[in-house]
T-cell receptor
Framework: AQSVTQLDSHVSVSEGTPVLLRCNYS??????LFWYVQHPNKGLQLLLK??????LVKGINGFEAEFKKSETSFHLTKPSAHMSDAAEYFC????????????FGAGTTVTVRA | DGGITQSPKYLFRKEGQNVTLSCEQN?????MYWYRQDPGQGLRLIYY???????QKGDIAEGYSVSREKKESFPLTVTSAQKNPTAFYLC?????????FGQGTRLTVV
């Protein structure tokens, strides 16, 4: 069975400093991986995705993530946080051998201090 | 434009009543999902369907029922057996390249 672990339930950063959100998955098969963002009282928006192409994936709003198969990780980073980055972030995994069933991490809440 | 539509956005239910949440997609996706979101608990899978006329229980299926009579539609019924139904419900459709989310339904028991 696949599972997704977001290692931090809450991350607090100062505006202008780097952001790191950690995501690990457990599977011996190659996954498709996604990061979604949910702003307060809004729906989920796709930030970026990895589907077996380049391991360093660039997304919207300056976010990027690197797929590391050896570490089974897909951490999300941004060099300089903005106040508008305050939101909840979800790491999502899907596998062809699991009929592409989506598995969500528990979410990481990001707060940005002025 | 293709997309996924959930309705209603807000729903109030009296204790003991069944209510049905609608989810429709015109993206031609085979897979559709229902998730429940509670504060501090992330998204938990209620039911999912990979094909018409077939669906599978997720992690918290008790007190819920679904149907998949058409590819485009995956309604969720919250039955009176669900003891704590107040939550935000999210419908998702997708494939291995992307998941598309409805805007959600906030259900409140009054």
């Amino acid at each position: 069975a696949q599972s997704v672990t977001q290692l931090d339930s809450h991350v607090s950063v100062s505006e202008g400093t780097p952001v790191l959100l950690r995501c690990n998955y457990s599977s011996s098969y190659s996954p498709s991986l996604f990061w979604y963002v949910q702003h307060p009282n809004k729906g989920l928006q796709l930030l970026l995705k990895y589907t077996s192409a380049a391991t360093l994936v660039k997304g919207i709003n300056g976010f990027e993530a690197e797929f590391k198969k050896s570490e089974t990780s897909f951490h999300l980073t941004k060099p300089s946080a903005h106040m508008s980055d305050a939101a909840e972030y979800f790491c999502v995994v899907t596998l062809v051998v699991n009929d592409y069933k989506l598995s969500f991490g528990a979410g990481t809440t990001v707060t940005v201090r002025a | 434009d293709g997309g996924i539509t959930q309705s209603p956005k807000y729903l109030f239910r009296k204790e003991g009543q069944n209510v049905t949440l609608s989810c429709e997609q015109n993206l031609n996706h085979d897979a559709m999902y229902w998730y429940r979101q509670d504060p501090g608990q992330g998204l938990r899978l209620i039911y999912y369907s990979q094909i018409v006329n077939d669906f599978q229980k997720g992690d918290i299926a008790e007190g819920y029922s679904v149907s998949r009579e058409k590819k485009e539609s995956f309604p969720l019924t919250v039955t009176s057996a669900q003891k704590n139904p107040t939550a935000f419900y999210l419908c998702v459709s997708g494939d291995y390249t992307e998941a598309f989310f409805g805007q959600g339904t906030r259900l409140t028991v009054v």
